[in-house]
C-alpha cells in the first residue's frame, strides 16, 4: 500500500537541506542624493559685500544671478588680457604687473584706479597673514619643550 502523503511529502523534505534566509545587511541609511558639482560661482560673497555696505537691503535671486554673470565676464576679460600681456612680453608666466595693466584697460577711469587699489590691499594683507603664520610656525620650533 503506497505510503500517506503527509508521510511521502515528509520523505521528499527530508532529503533536502534547509535553505538559509539571506544574511541581513547592517542597517543601512537611505541612499543620499549625488552632490552637486560646485561650480565656480560668486554668489555667496554678494551677500556679505551688500551686509558691509548696507545693512537692511537684499538681494533678489535673479539681481544675484545677474551680479554674478556680470562678475565673471569682468573676470574673464581680466584674465583674458593678461594672458594677452605676458604672450606679448614673451613669458609663460603672468606677472603682477600684468595683471594690474589688465586691470586698468577694460574698467574705464576712476573704476580701474579703485580696482586696483582695492586688489593691491588685499594682496597686502593676504601677504601679512602669510608671514605671520610663518612667524608663528617658526616660533614654535624655537621652543625646545616641543622636540
Known amino acids: 500500500m503506497p505510503a500517506p502523503a503527509s508521510e511521502a511529502s515528509e520523505g521528499l523534505l527530508g532529503t533536502q537541506k534547509p535553505t538559509e ?17 560646485c561650480s565656480d560661482t560668486f554668489t555667496t560673497y554678494f551677500p556679505r559685500v551688500l551686509k558691509n555696505v548696507h545693512q537692511g537691503p537684499s538681494l533678489s535671486r535673479e539681481a544675484v544671478s545677474v551680479m ?28 603682477s604687473r600684468d595683471i594690474q595693466t589688465a586691470v ?32 608663528k610656525c617658526r616660533s614654535s620650533y624655537k621652543n625646545p619643550s616641543v622636540f
Open 21 to 37: 534566509a539571506p544574511p541581513k545587511a547592517p542597517d543601512q541609511k537611505t541612499p543620499r542624493r549625488p552632490r552637486r558639482r
Open 68 to 95: 554674478d554673470s556680470f562678475v565673471e565676464d569682468i573676470f574673464q576679460r581680466i584674465a583674458e588680457e593678461a594672458s594677452r600681456l605676458a604672450l606679448s612680453n614673451q613669458r609663460a608666466t603672468m606677472t
Open 104 to 135: 586698468r584697460l577694460p574698467l574705464p577711469g576712476e573704476m580701474g584706479k579703485h580696482a586696483l587699489s582695492e586688489a593691491t590691499k588685499a594682496v597686502l594683507r593676504s601677504s601679512l597673514c602669510l608671514i605671520r603664520q610663518q612667524i
